[in-house]
Structure formats: C-alpha cells, structure tokens
Nanobody, 128 residues
C-alpha cells in the first residue's frame, strides 16, 4: 500500500498561484495512477485532475482546465498540482488520491469513493 501526505495549501488572493504537493511513502508511487480531488464546504468531493503512471497523459475537470497542471516526479515519489489564476470558487480542501488498478482516463470520470488511497487533505482558501 501507499501513504499520501498533501502540503502547500494556504490563503491566496484571487488571481494568485499555489503549488500543492503529495508525498508518497510505502509502495512506490510510480505503480499508481494518481489524481487530485477537492471538496468545498457543503459540497461533494469532486474530481480535479489525474495523471497516468508514466506522467505522459493527464486529464482535468472543465472548471480547472487551462489553469491547473498536474505533474509527477516518480523519482521523488511526489505528485504536484500547480494552480494558477485562482478563483474564490476554487476554495476547498484538496485531496491527493492514488489507485493501483485505475487508469487516468477512468479516474477522471469515476466517483471519488472508488479511489483506493487518500491523503488527509490540504486547505486552499482563495479570497476576493
């Protein structure tokens, strides 16, 4: 199994940027499809971005396409989410997820509760 720990969240002004990191321990992250989900207050957890095991293929929710970039460094056992042009509606707890048997394409359309492993989340707050 793999353990995931997110970091990099915080308070940022609208239009600003943040980079979230997801550090993995235990089994090497390179064997897992990885992604990011977020949950805003009073809302269900929703898909944000996914990346293939090799890092070649990525998928994004329409709401973040063109602003967010998911990447991974398998040598460092870390997955990243670069968030640019942040909007107040991006405010949420962001969770890193990993799954051994799921492709990035499948992760982009799967329900959040189907993901195998989760971090505890990191809070991103975007002010107007």
């Amino acid at each position: 199994q793999v353990q995931l720990v997110e970091s990099g969240g915080g308070l940022v002004q609208a239009g600003g940027s943040l980079r979230l990191s997801c550090a993995a321990s235990g089994r090497t992250i390179s064997t897992y499809t990885a992604g990011w989900f977020r949950q805003a207050p009073g809302k269900e957890r929703e898909f944000v971005a996914a990346i293939s095991r090799s890092g070649i293929t990525t998928y994004y929710a329409d709401a973040v396409k063109g602003r967010f970039t998911i990447s991974r460094d398998n040598g460092e056992n870390t997955v990243y989410l670069q968030m640019n042009s942040l909007k107040p509606e991006d405010t949420a707890v962001y969770y890193c997820a990993a799954d051994l048997s799921t492709t990035a394409q499948s992760m982009s359309v799967m329900n959040y509760y189907a993901m195998e492993y989760w971090g505890k989340g990191t809070l991103v707050t975007v002010s107007s």
